[in-house]
């Protein structure tokens, strides 16, 4: 019984998803290899080789990786998944971009964004926003898996000694090509890999406000910035600092929430954080709940008292 992860990399560097993902397949148990395919990837490939758990390294190279399109990263899966009992995705963009069509093409049912695994053919999930969690059990020769990264503690990135395979690239698909992205450039660090985040809501009222309260204390702690889906929704922080169901998973050292109520599509995507702060002037808010530690005021007095005495 051997799994293979799919790293998650930018042709340079592994990212943190992989070393996660990595912990989760040695609890199914057996070898666990790693695939690399990307574009001059060599390095990324190296530094797969690091990580401890992992006995060997599946390295493929070509220009049609070098973007991580999905058709091509799945054809290239495919190409080697006979060999293997459970293939494991980080549950990240995408993850979730390949791993359906690796299923389907193996006609076998996806287990998604598990945060445990019980046995080698039985796995947990949570479900209605993480108030309940499935226990699934699968009977399929090849076991397709998301990884909900923040179930899982990374695996250690050095230490390990595994052997680089080159294998033949599977060839461009031609379904799809890429044309061009639009990135923004952010000096704070990511938000699914931040060790401190703070996040504000719609009690913050404008995105005005949002940034003069909300970036002094990030700035301060070295921490990113956070956004309610209602903040989101608001026009008050972009699309991509939403934090919740349909936002992003995180599970940070550190997660202050301020004048965020506590909705359960929020709370499903920080409740695993170590240690929650919560401020907020209603002493009935949900939020609380869930908080380690909370505050009772308004946040327009604390957060700036708070940033300042740090």
Same mark, same amino acid.
């Given at each position: 019984?051997?799994?293979?992860?799919?790293?998650?990399?930018?042709?340079?560097?592994?990212?943190?998803?992989?070393?996660?993902? #990595?912990?989760?397949? @040695?609890?199914? $148990? $057996?070898?666990?290899?790693? @695939? #690399?395919?990307?574009?001059?990837?060599? *390095?990324?490939?190296?530094?797969?080789?690091?990580?401890?758990?992992?006995?060997?390294?599946?390295?493929?190279? !070509?220009?049609?990786?070098?973007?991580?399109?999905?058709?091509?990263?799945?054809?290239?899966?495919?190409?080697?998944?006979?060999?293997?009992?459970?293939?494991?995705?980080?549950?990240?963009?995408?993850?979730?971009?390949?791993?359906?069509?690796?299923?389907?093409?193996?006609? #076998?049912?996806?287990? /998604?964004?598990?945060?445990?695994?019980?046995?080698?053919?039985?796995?947990?999930?949570?479900?209605?926003? !993480?108030?309940?969690?499935?226990?699934?059990?699968? @009977?399929?020769?090849? %076991?397709?898996?998301?990884?909900?990264?923040?179930? =899982?503690?990374? *695996?250690?990135?050095?230490?390990? /000694?595994?052997?680089?395979?080159?294998?033949?690239?599977?060839?461009?698909?031609? %379904?799809? %090509? =890429?044309?061009?992205?639009?990135?923004?450039?952010?000096?704070?660090?990511?938000?699914?890999?931040?060790?401190?985040?703070?996040?504000?809501?719609?009690?913050?009222?404008?995105?005005?406000?949002?940034?003069?309260?909300?970036?002094?204390?990030?700035?301060? @702690?070295?921490?990113?910035?956070?956004?309610?889906?209602?903040?989101?929704?608001? $026009?008050?922080?972009?699309?991509?600092?939403?934090?919740?169901?349909?936002?992003?998973?995180?599970?940070?050292?550190?997660?202050?929430?301020?004048?965020?109520?506590?909705?359960?599509?929020?709370?499903? $995507?920080? %409740?695993?954080?170590?240690?929650?702060?919560?401020?907020?002037?209603?002493?009935?808010?949900?939020?609380?709940?869930?908080?380690?530690?909370?505050?009772?005021?308004?946040? =327009?007095?604390?957060?700036?008292?708070?940033?300042?005495?740090?």
């Amino acid at each position: 019984m051997t799994s293979l992860v799919i790293a998650e990399h930018d042709n340079a560097s592994i990212r943190g998803a992989t070393l996660n993902t #990595v912990t989760a397949a @040695l609890a199914c $148990g $057996g070898d666990v290899h790693v @695939l #690399v395919a990307g574009s001059n990837a060599g *390095a990324a490939a190296a530094q797969a080789a690091q990580i401890v758990g992992v006995a060997k390294v599946i390295h493929a190279d !070509g220009e049609q990786f070098a973007h991580g399109l999905a058709e091509n990263v799945a054809a290239q899966v495919l190409a080697v998944a006979t060999s293997y009992s459970h293939i494991l995705f980080p549950a990240t963009a995408g993850g979730k971009n390949v791993a359906p069509r690796v299923a389907a093409k193996l006609d #076998v049912a996806q287990i /998604s964004d598990i945060t445990k695994v019980d046995a080698a053919d039985t796995f947990e999930r949570p479900i209605y926003a !993480g108030n309940a969690i499935a226990i699934v059990q699968s @009977l399929d020769a090849t %076991k397709v898996i998301t990884v909900r990264t923040t179930g =899982f503690d990374p *695996a250690a990135a050095t230490g390990g /000694s595994a052997a680089v395979e080159t294998v033949t690239a599977a060839p461009d698909s031609g %379904k799809s %090509k =890429f044309l061009g992205s639009e990135i923004a450039k952010n000096d704070r660090p990511e938000l699914t890999a931040a060790k401190i985040i703070v996040s504000g809501g719609r009690a913050l009222g404008s995105a005005e406000k949002f940034n003069e309260v909300m970036t002094p204390l990030a700035d301060k @702690l070295g921490a990113a910035i956070g956004a309610s889906r209602a903040a989101v929704d608001a $026009g008050y922080a972009a699309n991509d600092l939403q934090v919740g169901q349909t936002g992003k998973i995180v599970a940070p050292q550190l997660y202050i929430a301020a004048g965020i109520s506590g909705a359960i599509q929020h709370l499903a $995507g920080m %409740k695993d954080s170590k240690v929650i702060v919560a401020i907020n002037k209603d002493p009935e808010a949900p939020i609380f709940s869930v908080a380690d530690y909370g505050l009772e005021a308004d946040l =327009f007095t604390a957060v700036p008292e708070l940033a300042l005495s740090i």
